[in-house]
Nanobody, 133 residues
Framework: QVQLVESGGGLVQPGGSLRLSCAAS????????IGWIRQAPGKEREGVSC???????YYSASVKGRFTISRDHAKNTVYLEMSDLQPEDTAVYSC???????????????????????????WGQGTQVTVSS
C-alpha cells in the first residue's frame, strides 16, 4: 500500500518562502516519478511540479521560476522549495504519484509534460499553505 505523507506547510507572508517535504513508503519500485499537486478553495486540483526517477523536472507556468522540486532517492523523500509566495498560492499541497490503479494494483507512469491532474493516480492527505499578510 502506497503511503505519501506531507509536512512543512504553514502561514507565510507574501514574498516569503516555505519548504514542503513528502515521505513515500510502500513503493514496489525505485524507478518512480513523483510530484506535487494543489487544490485551492473552490478550485479544481492542479498539477504543480513533477520529478522523474532520472531527476528531470517539470513545473506549471504559474510556479516556474519560484518553486524548485528535488528528491532524496535514498530516503524516498521529495521536496518542494517555494519562494516569492503569493496569495494565489494558498492551497492544500499534496505529493502525488503519476500513474493509475487497475485491479487493485498501482501502475506507475512518468511525469506528464502538461502536469494534468488526471495523470496523478495516488496522493497524500496534503498540507495547508496559506499566504497572507
Amino acid at each position: 500500500q502506497v503511503q505519501l505523507v506531507e509536512s512543512g506547510g504553514g502561514l507565510v507572508q507574501p514574498g516569503g518562502s516555505l519548504r514542503l517535504s513528502c515521505a513515500a513508503s510502500g513503493l514496489v519500485t525505485d524507478y518512480y516519478s513523483i510530484g506535487w499537486i494543489r487544490q485551492a478553495p473552490g478550485k479544481e486540483r492542479e498539477g504543480v511540479s513533477c520529478i522523474s526517477y532520472r531527476d528531470d523536472t517539470y513545473y506549471s507556468a504559474s510556479v516556474k521560476g519560484r518553486f524548485t522540486i528535488s528528491r532524496d532517492h535514498a530516503k524516498n523523500t521529495v521536496y518542494l522549495e517555494m519562494s516569492d509566495l503569493q496569495p494565489e498560492d494558498t492551497a492544500v499541497y499534496s505529493c502525488a504519484l503519476p500513474g493509475t490503479y487497475y485491479s487493485g494494483s498501482f501502475y506507475y507512469t512518468g511525469c506528464a509534460f502538461d502536469l494534468r491532474e488526471s495523470s496523478f493516480g495516488s496522493w497524500g492527505q496534503g498540507t495547508q499553505v496559506t499566504v497572507s499578510s
